[in-house]
């Protein structure tokens, strides 16, 4: 699935129908983030996620200013019933200009990963689940991991519209315009206002 536009909510559903196995284990969802990609911690928090971020946090950043540089977002789930579903509002960040008539951008996200992380009782699982995530406080706790395989996630996809190349110069001309203008009636304004107090003083006389 593909979404459009600057804005959406990546959506992760997890089956737990082994979850009896795992009771005194925590259940996480590591998402990695490519950098055209930005989460609002703000939001996170007012949606009552459990989260720790690793990555540029910076959300006004446009992409030439980010590098390759990926984000990493570790969400707490409580495991809830058979099937849980986690929601996690995404924003995409200003892209490099393109060339064309409508130019866009498709960006591709990583599955999440969903796992179990477990005391050091369970020996019998995995002493790490990914070799390229960094350190997350909140696995602390955990010594075992068994990631999960029944998971399902939506969009995976994104399509952002992009500037136009051939406009550059018009919005540059145009900012320098504006810019100018704007010089102009200040410094007009100023010296208005500068001639209010001895035209008073005049009339008093």
């Not at 006004?60 to 579903?85: D, Q, R, S």
């Not at 490099?96 to 498709?106: C, D, F, L, T």
């Not at 999960?148 to 996630?153: A, F, K, L, N, P």
Request: glycine share 6%.
């Amino acid at each position: 699935m593909q979404a459009k536009g600057f804005h959406t909510t990546l959506s992760t559903r997890i089956s737990l129908h082994v979850r009896h196995e795992y009771s005194t284990c925590d259940l996480f969802v590591l998402y990695e983030l490519p950098p055209d990609v930005i989460i609002d911690s703000f939001e996170l928090n007012d949606h009552g996620l459990q989260f720790e971020f690793v990555g540029n946090a910076n959300l006004e950043l446009p992409m030439a200013e980010v590098g390759n540089e990926a984000g990493w977002v570790l969400v707490a789930v409580k495991p809830e019933g058979e099937v849980v579903l986690v929601d996690v509002p995404l924003h995409m960040r200003y892209g490099v200009p393109g060339e064309g008539r409508n130019p866009r951008h498709i960006i591709q996200l990583h599955t999440p990963t969903c796992f179990w992380g477990c005391p050091s009782s369970y020996k019998s699982l995995d002493s790490t689940f990914s070799s390229r995530s960094p350190e997350f406080a909140m696995l602390n706790a955990s010594t075992h991991f068994k990631i999960i395989e029944h998971t399902t996630s939506s969009p995976l996809s994104l399509n952002i519209p992009v500037g136009n190349m051939n406009h550059i110069l018009y919005i540059e001309l145009g900012t320098v315009i504006v810019t100018l203008f704007a010089f102009i009636y200040i410094t007009w304004r100023c010296w208005a206002l500068s001639k209010t107090p001895c035209s008073a003083h005049l009339k008093m006389q």
